[in-house]
């Protein structure tokens, strides 16, 4: 079983900069791919961004230019740079690993960003 726990979020204006985090431990199986997913109030959850323990990466139209997902593959952990954030990025965001044999949720960081 993986543990996931995130940090960094908080509250930030309009135009301005957050970095998530999102720390793995317990049994980490190669090859894995980590996310990170969001939901806001009264909203499904959504994928942010993904990426594989390989570097491959993808990120969710909305954020693209604004925001990068990087890892650490040393640390097991995995990043969300997030720029010039909007009012409309606010919600709680959600680190996820997966791989063939676990699949783990983290218990998500608040982001409220005020316009």
């Known amino acids: 079983q993986v543990q996931l726990v995130e940090s960094g979020g908080g509250l930030v204006q309009a135009g301005g900069s957050l970095r998530l985090s999102c720390a793995a431990s317990?049994?980490?199986?190669?090859?894995?791919?980590m996310a990170w997913y969001r939901q806001a109030p009264g909203q499904q959850r959504e994928l942010v961004a993904a990426i594989t323990s390989g570097g491959a990466f993808n990120e969710a139209d909305s954020v693209k230019g604004r925001f990068t997902i990087f890892r650490d593959n040393a640390k097991n952990t995995v990043y969300l740079q997030m720029n010039s954030l909007k009012a409309e990025d606010t919600a709680v965001y959600f680190c996820?690993?997966?791989?063939?044999?676990?699949?783990?949720w983290g218990q998500g960081t608040q982001v409220t960003v005020s316009s």
């Open positions: 317990g049994t980490i199986y190669s090859p894995n791919t």
């Open positions: 996820y690993s997966s791989s063939r044999w676990s699949q783990s």
